[in-house]
C-alpha cells in the first residue's frame, strides 16, 4: 500500500455483517457526529461479507460522502478479521473502532480523541453499562475475569474492541501476521500508555446480535489460547497430582494385603469402574486443551492471508 497524499487525522473502522438494518442509521448518526468531531476524519466501512445489501448500501453512502470508503471482504471472514482489514486500510494519525449496530455511539468518539491528543497511544472503552440480557453479560463477566487470571500480559476487564488508538499502534498491530486474532488483547499487548474511558453502552440500534453462540466462543478460545499456557500447565499438573494420588495407594493397597489379617479378596469394581472413566474423561480433556494449540499452530503455518479483499471503493486517491 502506497502512502497517501494526505493522511487524515482520524479514521473510523467499522465492520458491517448483514447490517443493512442498521446502516442507515448508522450513516445519519455519522452524518451529525462528524462535523463536531473537530478533526478530519475517514470512516472506513467494512463488509464482512454481507448477503443482504449491506455492500450496495455501503457503495451508495460513498457516492454520497466523500469521507465514507468501503473495503469489501470475498466472504464472512468474522469479526476480528474484519477490524484487521479496516485497520490496514486506515491512513488516519489515530484509529477509532467501532461497532456498526450504534452500540458504541459515534459521538462520544471526539471525548476519546481528545483524551487520545493528552498523550495516550491507546484510549479504551470501558462499559458502564450494558444493555444485553443477564446471560450474555454474566458471561461477559466470567470470561474477562478468567482472562485475566490467565493472561500473561493484563487485559483490562469490561473492555472490548471500541477504542482510539495513535498511528504507532496501528502500525504495530497491522505488523502482527496472527490469524487468530484477538485485537483487544493484540492491542494491550503492544503497550505504550493506555487508558480506559468510561461509556455508557447503548442497545443494539436494529436487527439482530451477529455474534451467535459459537462466534463468542470461538473468540473467547482465542483470547485464552492466544495469550495464555495456562491450560497446558493445569493439564500437567493435574496429570502428576492424579499420578502422586494412584502411587499412594498403591502403595497402601500393597501394604494391606501383606499386613492386614484376613486382607484376601480385593472387593472394589466400582472404584476401578469410576477410576477408568473418570481417567479416560480427563485424558481427552487434555488432548483436547493441546488439540486447542496445536490447531492453532497449524492454522499459522500454512500462512494464508488474513482476508481477501474483493473490491474497495473512494479509495482512489491513494
Ligand atoms: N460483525 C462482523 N462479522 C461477523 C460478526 C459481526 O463484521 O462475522 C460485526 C457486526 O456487524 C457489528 C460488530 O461486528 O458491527 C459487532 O457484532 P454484534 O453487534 O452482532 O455483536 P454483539 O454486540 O452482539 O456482541
Ligand atoms: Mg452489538
Redesign the pocket.
Known sequence: MTTPKHAPELTLV??????SEVLPQLLARLDAALPKLGADTEVIL?D?GSGDGTAELIDRACRERPWCRGVMLSR????QI??TAGMQHARGRAVAIL???L?DPPEVVAEFHAKLKEGYDVVYAVRRQRK?GIL?RAAYALFYRLMRALSTIPIPLDSGDFCVMSRRVVDRINAMPERHRFVRGLRSWVGYRQTGHEYPRSA?AAG????GFS??LKLAFDGIFTFSEAPLQWSMQFGFLVSAVSFAWGAYIVLWRLFVPGATSLPGWATLTVGMFFLGGVQLFSIGILGEYVGRIHNEVKGRPLFIVERTVNFDDR
Not at 464472512?76 to 469479526?79: E, Q
Not at 439482530?208 to 455474534?211: G, Q
Open positions: 467499522i465492520p458491517l455483517y448483514n447490517e467494512v464482512d464472512n471472514f468474522g469479526h474484519a477490524v461497532d456498526g449496530d452500540q444485553e450474555k443494539r439482530e446480535s451477529k455474534y462466534k463468542l
